[in-house]
């Protein structure tokens, strides 16, 4: 009999550990950090991890392309970014265009955003269709799909609105605007039509602020370039969070990465794996030594 529960004890212990080895090697095989990703407008952009709790943004990588007035998203743990140019590789010089930008800083083109200098805002449907949003500022603000073939489409007319950050819900569909002014929106992704959510309060509303939306924790960010609030998706309240302190540089680009949807059921942490394992692992060799006494 103990020799059966010794057995089973180190057979629950090494499928314990294989877990936390597979957690683990989940987590680092993801190119970017999870959580807010922020990049900065400048003549060499920055990307930025940017705590949701507290708003401090920490550099971890410099692009090597200039960037301007820049929106950021993610498909499938892929980054993308627009208003981005000059950088090596880029078959349009001296002229804004999209791209994914990887976990070394370097950028690769996908497409010349129509001709276009001013795609603000990016957002992605990235657990449905795997598209990107963005809305064309040099064309009334026409909502624009880019797919990651590098073909687009355009939606609508146009509303005219100058949408500076965009972000999509995709447990609930819903695609996100904030414009210039400081004014929420949600966008229709079959008409373009636009809907005023309302006012957020926002200090300092311009073109430098990103939008970026937590699925997990059902919450809308934006950043004003200097600082990260979270938004009422119902009212367009803002609450502020806390200043990037980020020596100067303006971010504006902010995307969210993060698994398709909410978690319907907590899950083990890796810390979680590991006591569990301890503590069997703790009651085997017990186990054991009552064997060898009582022998």
Do not use: H, K
């Not at 920490?58 to 000059?86: K, M, N, Q, R």
């Not at 007319?157 to 929106?185: H, Q, R, T």
């Not at 959510?197 to 934006?222: C, F, H, K, Q, W």
């Amino acid at each position: 009999m103990q020799n059966r529960l010794v057995y089973l004890f180190a057979r629950i212990n090494l499928v314990l550990m294989l877990a936390l080895f597979l957690t683990a090697g989940a987590v680092n095989a993801q190119g970017f950090p999870q959580g807010l990703i922020g990049l900065s407008s400048a003549d060499v952009g920055v990307l930025y991890t940017i705590s949701p709790n507290t708003g401090q943004a920490t550099p971890f990588v410099t692009t090597d392309g200039e960037t301007s007035i820049v929106g950021l998203s993610y498909i499938e743990g892929t980054l993308y970014g627009v208003d981005l140019e000059d950088y090596p590789g880029s078959p349009i010089p001296d002229e804004f265009t999209i791209g994914s930008i990887a976990t070394n800083g370097v950028i690769t083109f996908l497409g010349d955003q129509n001709g276009s200098s001013n795609w603000w805002g990016l957002a992605s449907d990235d657990c449905g269709e795997n598209i990107l949003y963005s809305t064309d500022e040099d064309n009334e603000s026409i909502l624009t799909v880019q797919f990651p073939n590098g073909n687009t489409q355009t939606i609508g007319v146009g509303s005219g609105l100058e949408f500076a950050g965009l972000a999509y819900d995709d447990a609930n569909e819903i695609l996100y605007g904030l414009n210039v002014e400081g004014n929420l929106y949600t966008i229709s992704t079959t008409t373009g039509d636009t809907s005023l959510v309302g006012a957020t309060g926002v200090s300092e509303p311009g073109n430098n602020m990103g939008l970026a939306y937590d699925e997990r924790n059902e919450i809308l960010y934006a950043n004003n370039s200097i600082e990260l609030y979270s938004l009422n998706v119902n009212t367009g309240a803002s609450t502020l969070i806390g200043p990037n302190n980020a020596d100067g540089e303006q971010i504006d680009g902010l995307a969210w990465l993060d698994t398709c949807g909410p978690s319907p059921v907590p899950t083990l942490s890796e810390w979680g794996l590991i006591a569990m394992a301890g503590v069997l692992g703790v009651v085997g060799f017990m186990v054991m030594r009552r064997r060898q006494v009582a022998a």
